[in-house]
Nanobody
Framework: EVQLVESGGGLVQAGGSLRLSCAVSGSSVDVDAIGWFRQAPGKEREGVSCIRNSDGKTYYIDAVKGRFTISRDNAKNTVALQMNSLKPEDTAAYYC????????????WGRGTQVIVSS
């Protein structure tokens, strides 16, 4: 069983930065990837970025490439999402998810943290 707790959301002006953190506890032999997802009002949840535990390989959607950076701190068991040059369209609830790979289904979810980017 894996537990995930997000923190770091808030209100920021366009062009600003936020750093989200996902605290990971518990363990599962089926988990090798931690990802960040977001869901804007009226839209489906989408994957934003993912990091593979085994080799540190990272993935990003095109909309955030060059602006967001995912990283893992193994000593603290956290996965961070540094978000720079934020845009109003980045406004969403951001969730941390854990799964077998960065392309597989996500059996473990955090409760989310809200990010609001004002124009």
């Amino acid at each position: 069983e894996v537990q995930l707790v997000e923190s770091g959301g808030g209100l920021v002006q366009a062009g600003g930065s936020l750093r989200l953190s996902c605290a990971v506890s518990g363990s599962s032999v089926d988990v090798d990837a931690i990802g960040w997802f977001r869901q804007a009002p009226g839209k489906e949840r989408e994957g934003v970025s993912c990091i593979r535990n085994s080799d540190g390989k990272t993935y990003y959607i095109d909309a955030v490439k060059g602006r967001f950076t995912i990283s893992r701190d193994n000593a603290k068991n956290t996965v961070a999402l540094q978000m720079n040059s934020l845009k109003p369209e980045d406004t969403a609830a951001y969730y941390c998810g854990a799964g077998a790979t960065c392309q597989s289904s996500v059996p473990y979810w955090g409760r989310g943290t809200q990010v609001i980017v004002s124009s």
